[in-house]
């Protein structure tokens, strides 16, 4: 897992807040889900349950062309029952993928497009209350055009749209992705847009 600690404010301060695991169940083995139920030690002593879920780690990639198009993807979400425009993104590949690799993988897998430059935007935790899942954001810019490569069970189509209607459609609700809300408008924000 990343290290969360890096985007947080000095952790010595606020340790009185900190639970201490005291027991810990695996509940459920996925393939890039598991749940534990752990048992938790209270800053009072008092103990309590927490439900975690662990995942992946993954990245996401906001790229804007020379234009200031960004690049955006159209597909169809099985949870939520519905066709939404996001990010290209990812999950790493295995336990310790760089995840500057694996954003330039991810990209060049989904859209056929690779990138000069690249930015780091920081950490997403998409939510925390109970899941340790956390997303590395990158801007990539200098673009080239190159072949898609589409994993077999993987389905999208591939827009290109300006930076500042895409952070349009965050703004109307309608981009309901939470890692592509983020991301967009730290990259506009970034490039003043």
Known sequence: MFNIREIDYDQQEYARLAEKQAESEEIFDG??????????????????????????????????DADGNVILERQYRYPIDAVITEIPAGKLDKE?????????????????????????????????AYCAETIRMYLAQDLHQGKQQLDEDEFLDVIRMPLKDAVQLVMDGKSPDAKTQAALLKAARLLHI
Request: charged share 30%; hydrophobic share 45%.
């Open 31 to 64: 393939v890039i889900l598991h749940v534990f139920r752990d048992k938790v030690e209270l800053p009072n002593g008092d103990l309590s349950v927490r439900e975690v879920i662990a995942h992946v780690e993954a990245v996401c990639v906001v790229p804007v």
């Open 96 to 128: 310790g993928e760089d995840p500057l690799e694996g954003a330039k993988r991810e990209l060049r897998e989904e859209t056929g497009i690779t990138a000069d430059r690249w930015t780091d935007l920081g950490l997403f935790v998409p939510a925390a």
